[in-house]
């Protein structure tokens, strides 16, 4: 079955870089993705990488793909206060999107 | 776009009462999404649509949970009888995508349910 695991909570300090982790478990998924969600908000897509990529980078953000160990990662370079939010991983196909349960990413100033 | 729309916004309720949640989702999109989103349980997929179609509702929690999509711009899900375990911050989302590319999904604001 699908499943999607991460950790709950990261504290970082300000223009320090953040590392989220991530592991899955179906290995059929053709896209990863990330998304955050901002205090009383619905989530929105971060960015996302195909499976047969082992990287990709969009500004302050690196998403970094091992698909031997099924596991993603999301680091985000100078990390602001703007940055806090709750972080999802989510893989899947061309359908539906299993989403793990949210990292809260608290930035201290 | 106005985004996908959700309401109510907020909901409260007194236990046994039916709850109608609306979305309208982004035009031009043909897949949509209902989410269940609690401290305990994640964010949790409950059933969603294609072109208006019902595709997979194995996460719809029982009986009492049903959805429906009569037209491309309108779905609601319905909670009859509600209990207090049915509270919890309900998610629209949808997806002009589907097959041959990555699906990105445009969740609405949310509703959140109390259940007294």
Redesign the interface.
């Known amino acids: 079955g699908e499943d999607v695991e991460q950790s709950l909570f990261l504290s970082v300090r300000e223009g320090d870089s953040s590392v989220i982790n991530c592991t899955y478990t179906d290995s059929s998924s053709t896209y990863l993705y990330w998304y955050k969600q901002e205090p009383g908000a619905g989530l929105q897509l971060l960015t996302y990488i195909f499976s047969n990529m082992d990287m990709k980078q969009d500004q302050r953000l690196t998403v970094l793909l091992n698909k031997k160990d099924k596991h993603l990662s999301l680091r985000i370079a100078d990390t602001q206060t703007g940055d806090s939010a709750i972080y999802f991983c989510a893989e899947g196909g061309y359908q539906k999107v299993t989403f793990g349960t949210g990292t809260k990413l608290q930035v201290i100033p | 776009d106005a985004g996908?729309i959700q309401s109510p916004r907020h909901e409260v309720t007194e236990m046994g009462q039916e709850v109608t949640l609306r979305c309208k989702p982004i035009s031009g999109h043909n897949?949509l999404?209902w989410?269940r989103q609690t401290m305990m349980r994640?964010?949790e997929?409950l059933i969603?649509f294609?072109n208006n179609v019902p595709?997979?509702d194995s996460g719809m929690p029982e009986d009492r949970f049903s959805a429906k999509m009569p037209n491309a711009s309108f779905s609601t899900l319905k909670i009859q009888p509600s209990e207090p375990r049915d509270s919890a911050v309900y998610?629209c989302?949808s997806s002009s995508?589907?097959?041959?590319?990555?699906?990105?999904?445009f969740?609405?604001?949310?509703t959140r349910l109390t259940v007294l």
């Open positions: 996908v897949s999404f989410y994640g964010l997929l969603y294609n595709i997979d998610f989302a995508r589907w097959g041959g590319s990555y699906n990105e999904q969740f609405g604001p949310g």
